[in-house]
């Protein structure tokens, strides 16, 4: 009897061990997991902020072959979307671009509203229009009063306008457009809050939750000082319609169509104007004209404007007015194109 109760109390003693050793086990996993917690997470952020970086450098490039290529031109790409959705920033952008492109007019068109335009003509050489407003084209008879005239159409306003005013000879001297411009954002979740990276007209901005846009890339308006004494101006500005887009899923394919540059401007140019709204973040466009009029602002400070060639602000210092290129009245040689890419 005396063997048999010893024998049981070795036998408890082995279970009480062995429950003692799987708790202490299971304690320091669930430390371990809890001191390594940070670390996962650290790891799987550094991941997903990888596959966002290497998704939107994928697009981005596509972007540029397809909205150069020619009409019907296009690709076909799959992602792995494990944390990362992909959006449409539609109408993200507003730009209008004008300038006088012959004669010695000078001629000043504005949006009066979301169906009328604004004209004045300096020496009143300015007899009809033309309107293309989102391909449809209408032709107009410019009835000046006091100095100006207007021109009412009947649909609002589309994506793209554009105004062609003509004189009596009908050669085209001034030229107004006006673009809805769209792109992309690549939105990815981190432990800490989304990361978004957004790819509109060319550009390429970044943020982290918490923190201010960072612009890695400026859309492409560009300035050059010839040794000739000429100047030239190049812009190439991009659309991207993801309207057709139905849903995002993973693997997601992503097929993007060019839908044939278009040239807006393509020669010399007198008091060309632009004014661009950006309505990504609301600092976002004064970043943009603060970026362009940086080197007016230097010679402005420097006393130097005499001799400056290059983008300034258009009439008011503020740049409230849009950008010009420095002298106003020189002409430019001017090449503005935009890329249209469709997203099905």
Do not use: C
Not at 32 to 48: A, G, R
Not at 89 to 99: C, F, H, N, Q
Not at 209 to 215: L, R
Not at 216 to 240: A, G, I, K
């Amino acid at each position: 009897m005396k063997r048999e109760l010893e024998n049981d109390e070795s036998a408890l003693s082995d279970v009480i061990g062995m429950v003692m050793l799987l708790a202490m086990i299971v304690i320091v996993l669930s430390s371990t997991m809890i001191i390594l917690q940070p670390y996962i997470s650290d790891y799987d952020d550094n991941k997903n902020w990888s596959q966002a970086k290497v998704i939107a450098d994928q697009i981005d490039e596509r972007i540029r072959i397809v909205g150069s290529s020619p009409q019907d031109t296009g690709s076909i790409q799959t992602f792995e979307l494990v944390s990362t959705s992909i959006s449409n920033l539609d109408s993200a952008e507003y730009w209008t671009i004008s300038g006088d492109v012959s004669g010695t007019d000078i001629i000043d068109v504005s949006l009066s509203s979301f169906n009328s335009l604004d004209l004045t003509s300096i020496n009143n050489t300015a007899t009809h229009a033309v309107v293309n407003n989102g391909g449809n084209i209408t032709n107009y008879e410019l009835n000046f009063d006091n100095g100006s005239a207007s021109i009412n159409f009947e649909n609002y306003m589309e994506k793209l306008l554009i105004v062609e005013i003509y004189n009596n000879n009908d050669n085209l001297i001034h030229k107004f457009v006006r673009l809805e411009l769209s792109g992309i954002g690549i939105d990815t979740a981190l432990s800490t809050g989304n990361y978004d990276i957004d790819l509109l007209n060319g550009a390429r901005v970044e943020k982290l939750s918490g923190e201010a846009y960072k612009v890695t890339r400026y859309p492409s308006l560009r300035h050059y000082s010839m040794p000739d004494n000429s100047q030239q101006v190049s812009f190439v500005l991009v659309d991207v319609d993801m309207s057709l887009l139905s849903r995002t899923t993973s693997p997601f394919s992503l097929q993007m169509v060019s839908d044939g540059p278009l040239t807006l401007f393509d020669g010399d140019v007198r008091n060309i104007r632009m004014k661009m709204t950006n309505e990504i973040d609301d600092s976002m466009t004064d970043r943009y004209m603060s970026y362009w009029i940086e080197d007016y602002n230097l010679n402005l400070a420097s006393g130097t404007l005499d001799t400056f060639e290059g983008f300034g602000p258009w009439k008011r210092v503020s740049g409230i007015d849009g950008i010009g290129i420095h002298p106003l009245e020189k002409s430019i040689l001017t090449e503005i194109v935009l890329h249209r890419v469709v997203i099905k």
